[in-house]
């Protein structure tokens, strides 16, 4: 043994001896390269409010409501008409010149509130379009911070599928070393299995974060190429301060006061009572007034001397009174008061059921928190080393190390579950609870 290392120290001098002879220096060790920070929750969701699809969409929505809203608020404009000719068959030969200048009703329009119940309706509409934008937005970003916390447990089922594909690596080699003296070929194959099991469970779990990392790419409106690693204390129990004492009832107010679809209801009710006062309004004609000029010939001689008039036109609402715009308007607000209602009763709903589903799962998590997690993680410590001091027989150590990964992997699930119920639970009141 002496003789061996003493060999090996007169080759490293050899190999730096020749790299100082050829004029190079050892090389020195790279640094590894920087790595990307977790994506938090906060930075997941500011990407989404930046280039989320559905997001854009409804901006877009928002800008066609606004250029609606001017649409409604145009003047209309005034109309010319000029006419010139001569005349034939008549001695002496005269030109005949006409002019006419109509405001196209636009003194009727605005005297006669069209024009501002139009603009009302339009305005009523952009209200609803702008709060339809935040109930998007509450409802995307929900999935968003569902897809975070899923890939957040996948990235800890990934570290605890590594954690005992470590154990069982160590377990192989030392029964490797039992074998045969100790274990015979039965026992050793079952460690091996164990082993390959663990092996299996990394690549299942790495597949899993793969798909989970995808699916949060996409909705955070990502292109190719991206790449996120989360905190695995990210998902660390904690109950937000605004649900410590929090009672489904003060929910319920606060989700009727907060949610954006409450607004889009009640902007669909005030826009189609606009809509009703429009059609009602329409019922007065459209009274257009004229102002004409005529000349043909000059001088006393002339066939026509030139003349100024002022007119008006208007239709006469004899056969027809907008009786169907005014049926489809009230048709409309019925339809629109309805939706309020069950909007109302349906959000009363989700909060009653997101506040239970977060109660359960708080219950839940904090039994492993408190006593089960620990217990199996005890088990599986204290047998491994018995088995491997020869004090506990294979299968004991077998049993509890499934147990753990079985336990551990409860326990992630239904950690991640309690964080969805906490945002599904956000998303039914409408209000980040977290802060």
Known sequence: MPRLRLMIRLVSILALLG???????????????????????????????????????????????????TSAGALINPAIGIGAGRSFAYDPVQVFVSGQVSD????????????GLRLDAA???????????????????????????????????????????????RALEINRLRFPKVIDEGQLARVETAKLGADQGVD???????????????????????????????????????????????????ALERRPDVRVARAEIGRAEAEIDLAK????????????????????????????????????????????????????????QIAHDRTRLAIEAEVEAAFARFTTQRRV??????????????????????????????????DAQRTFIAVSQDYLENLAAYWAAVFRLEQAVGVDLRR
Do not use: C
């Not at 196209?104 to 024009?115: C, F």
């Not at 008039?309 to 005014?326: D, F, M, R, S, V």
């Open 123 to 169: 305005r009523a509409a952009l209200a609803s379009a702008r709060s339809a934008k935040e109930d998007v937005r509450r409802l995307v970003a929900t999935q968003v911070k569902l897809a975070w916390v899923d890939l957040a447990a996948a990235k800890a089922a990934l570290d605890l599928a590594r954690d005992a594909q470590a154990s069982a690596q």
């Open 104 to 115: 196209q009703a636009l003194v009727t329009d605005v005297l006669s509130g069209k024009r």
């Open 204 to 254: 299942r779990a790495a597949r899993d974060m793969a798909e989970r990392e995808i699916q949060l790419a996409f909705l955070m409106g990502q292109r190719s190429g991206f790449h996120a690693d989360v905190d695995r204390g990210a998902l660390a129990y904690s109950v937000p301060a605004k649900l410590e004492g929090a009672t489904p009832q003060a929910l319920r107010k606060e």
């Open 281 to 336: 309004r329409q019922r007065f004609p459209d009274i257009a007034l004229q102002l004409m000029y005529q000349q043909q010939g000059t001088g006393q001689a002339a066939a026509n001397p030139a003349t100024v008039a002022l007119g008006l036109t208007a239709p006469i609402p004899l056969l027809y009174q907008n009786q169907g715009e005014i049926a489809r308007a009230e048709a409309d607000r019925r339809t629109q």
């Open 365 to 398: 998590v904090e039994r492993y928190e408190q006593a089960l997690l620990e217990r199996a993680r005890r088990a599986r410590d204290v047998t491994e080393l018995q088995f491997n001091s020869g004090a506990a027989p294979l299968i004991d150590y077998l």
């Open 19 to 69: 790299a100082d002879a050829a004029g190079q220096a050892p090389e020195a060790p790279r640094p590894p390269a920087p790595s990307a920070p977790p994506l938090s929750l906060e930075a997941a969701l500011a990407t989404f409010d930046r280039q989320g699809f559905d997001v854009l969409l409804a901006e877009a929505a928002v800008q066609g409501a606004e250029a609606r809203e």
